[in-house]
């Protein structure tokens, strides 16, 4: 079946940093989601794509629809302690909402 | 409004007991899913439905049965649980289309 390859698994980072993440897969997407997971929760929808090269913003999240359809990219500026969580993203074949797969997630940890 | 509802939020069982987990959303949404997830493995798909009436399986499914008798409700009934099912439960609820899902805030099962 398809599957999203996210990377990095993990990353720990100095507040203030900047972050970014990708997702790549062999299958072509309609549209590319971007998650937050906080402890104890339910994924929660940052960033949706809908057009290969798009680019879209929400405050300092930033994402953007690969041009091949086959790879997105999240990129988090000046990093804050509530940022901490895991990102998924996810990808949908088509435009039925059952056909949504998910990455396996980046965990992202600040430094003390 | 509530979005989704999942009950329990965390439950024990015992192998080879059976147990229904609640799902409920009020937002009229036509699909539903049920993902579970476990580490390193992001979100899988167990069952979904797209309309009351109608539901279909996911990527794993084996273990578990689901019904949709209304828009509202879309409990997963676990047959005979077993270790391997160990897992946190998310329910998820669409509009379909490419606006990805909500979630609910899961279920922590331990299958002892």
């Known amino acids: 079946g398809q599957q999203l390859n996210q990377s990095p698994q993990s990353m720990f980072i100095q507040e203030g940093e900047d972050v970014s993440m990708n997702c790549t897969s062999s299958?072509?997407?309609?549209?590319w989601l971007w998650y937050k997971q906080d402890p104890g929760e339910g994924p929660v929808l940052l960033i949706a794509?809908?057009?290969?090269?798009e680019l879209t913003s929400n405050g300092r999240l930033t994402a953007q629809f690969g041009i091949t359809r086959k790879d997105s990219f999240l990129n988090i500026s000046a990093s804050i302690p509530s940022d901490v969580g895991i990102y998924f993203c996810?990808?949908?074949?088509?435009?039925?909402?059952?056909?949504?797969?998910f990455g396996s997630g980046t965990r992202l940890s600040i430094r003390p | 409004n509530a979005g989704v509802t999942q009950t329990p939020k965390f439950q024990v069982l015992k192998t080879g007991q059976s147990m229904t987990l609640q799902c409920a959303q009020d937002?009229?949404?036509?699909?539903m899913s049920w993902y579970r997830q476990d580490p390193g493995m992001g979100l899988r798909l167990i069952h979904y439905?797209?309309?009351?009436?109608?539901?279909d399986q996911g990527e794993v499914p084996n273990g578990y049965n689901v019904s949709r008798s209304t828009t509202e409700d879309f409990p997963l009934r676990l047959l005979s649980a077993a270790p391997s099912q160990t897992s946190v439960y998310f329910c998820?609820?669409?509009?379909?289309?490419?606006?990805?899902?909500?979630f609910g805030s899961g279920t922590r099962l331990t299958v002892v």
């Open positions: 998820a609820s669409s509009t379909g289309g490419g606006y990805g899902y909500t």
């Open positions: 299958s072509i997407f309609n549209t």
């Open positions: 794509l809908y057009k290969a090269g």
């Open positions: 996810a990808g949908q074949l088509g435009s039925s909402a059952s056909k949504i797969i």
């Open positions: 937002m009229n949404h036509e699909y």
């Open positions: 439905s797209v309309g009351a009436g109608i539901t």
